[in-house]
Nanobody
Framework: QVQMVESGGGLVQAGGSLRLSCTAS????????VGWFRQSPGKEREGVSC????????TYADSVKGRFTISRDSAKNTLYLQMNSLKVEDTAMYYC????????????????WGRGTQVTVSS
């Protein structure tokens, strides 16, 4: 059984940083194209950042380029999203997924999803 569990969200002031983690079980994260997505109330889900299975392709939403960094530790079977210079508009529930198209950053039909971790950025 595949499980994806996010952690690391929280409340942070604008300009601050957070690092999200997504630990997978039942699935070798190093063999999958993976990504981070976010959704806030009243808005559509947005692809924040994706990475191809071989790490050759990484993509970022324009709104986070230069501030967020996706990475993966295959030994820990964990995906990360380092978020710096956070803005109020980054407030959302953040989800990790395995089974994505890395360019553009979109989930495939049978992607595996975590339940999300809330990120709230205050002004």
């Amino acid at each position: 059984q595949v499980q994806m569990v996010e952690s690391g969200g929280g409340l942070v002031q604008a300009g601050g940083s957070l690092r999200l983690s997504c630990t997978a079980s039942g699935l070798p994260i190093g063999d999958w194209s993976v990504g981070w997505f976010r959704q806030s109330p009243g808005k559509e889900r947005e692809g924040v950042s994706c990475m191809s299975w071989d790490g050759e392709v990484t993509t970022y939403a324009d709104s986070v380029k230069g501030r967020f960094t996706i990475s993966r530790d295959s030994a820990k079977n964990t995906l990360y999203l380092q978020m710096n210079s956070l803005k109020v508009e980054d407030t959302a529930m953040y989800y990790c997924a395995a089974g994505v198209d890395s360019a553009p950053c979109t989930p495939v039909r049978n992607a595996y999803w975590g339940r999300g971790t809330q990120v709230t950025v205050s002004s």
